[in-house]
Nanobody, 120 residues
Framework: QVQLVESGGGLVQAGGSLRLSCVAS????????MGWYRQAPGKQRELVAN???????NYADSVKGRFTISRDNFRNTVYLQMNSLKPDDTAVYYC??????????????WGQGTQVTVSS
């Protein structure tokens, strides 16, 4: 009914940059909050950054000043610009969106994840 597809992950050296994208498609009337989470091996999934439909942002302390979240409401897309990457940023990054479907149901949805690996 709703699909989220991430792209932009990969392998980068410490200090480098990556830009993640996530496109939502399907039975979408609108999208409220969108965000990025990450899960490293052996650890719980954690919030990286979140953005409301109006553009209010929230970041994990560990990424403040290095990562920037943004969105394009027309394209149902959320981005995560990651600069000054550190090996501790290595994880699978997941996109999440709170979708309002065409039937006006609220449907929290997740992408399949994209791997980000930062080498030292």
């Amino acid at each position: 009914q709703v699909q989220l597809v991430e792209s932009g992950g990969g392998l980068v050296q410490a200090g480098g940059s990556l830009r993640l994208s996530c496109v939502a498609s399907g039975s979408i009337f609108s999208i409220n909050d969108m965000g990025w989470y990450r899960q490293a091996p052996g650890k719980q999934r954690e919030l990286v950054a979140n953005i409301t439909r109006g553009g209010t942002t929230n970041y994990a302390d560990s990424v403040k000043g290095r990562f920037t979240i943004s969105r394009d409401n027309f394209r149902n897309t959320v981005y995560l610009q990651m600069n000054s990457l550190k090996p501790d940023d290595t994880a699978v990054y997941y996109c999440r969106a709170v979708v309002i479907t065409m039937h006006r149901y609220e449907l929290p949805s997740w992408g399949q994840g994209t791997q980000v690996t930062v080498s030292s």
